[in-house]
């Protein structure tokens, strides 16, 4: 996997709308393997930030999302082309 792709995997799983659904369709790994990538890519303090933030958050999961959220982006967001995504950044609810 190269580093730009690394770094795109690990900036969606910091972003608090996009659900590991979004980075499977798209990079073809799963939640345990983003785990496994952001373990091994963080600082351990950053890691442990990360996991708390992920299970206090309910828009990372399909399942857990409200009813009516069926997208994996934000309608101020830009379409996706060659893997690079343009957006606005916003304060989220799930912070800790």
């Given amino acids: 996997m190269e580093a730009k792709d690394i770094d795109r995997i690990i900036e969606m799983a910091w972003e608090d709308r996009t659900p590991f659904e979004a980075i499977k369709f798209q990079f073809n790994l799963t939640e ?3 785990k496994a990538l952001m373990k091994r ?3 351990f303090s950053s890691y442990v930030l990360w996991r708390k933030r992920v299970e206090n958050c309910a ?3 399909l399942a857990k999302r409200v009813e009516g959220i069926d997208r994996f982006k934000s ?3 830009r379409n996706i082309t060659n ?3 343009s957006k606005r950044y ?3 609810t799930c912070g800790l």
Wanted: no cysteine; charged share 40%; glycine share 0%.
């Fill in 75 to 77: 309608k101020a967001q």
């Fill in 83 to 85: 893997n690079k995504i």
């Fill in 59 to 61: 828009t990372k999961h």
């Fill in 41 to 43: 890519e963080l600082k």
């Fill in 90 to 92: 916003e304060l989220t």
């Fill in 32 to 34: 345990a393997e983003v």
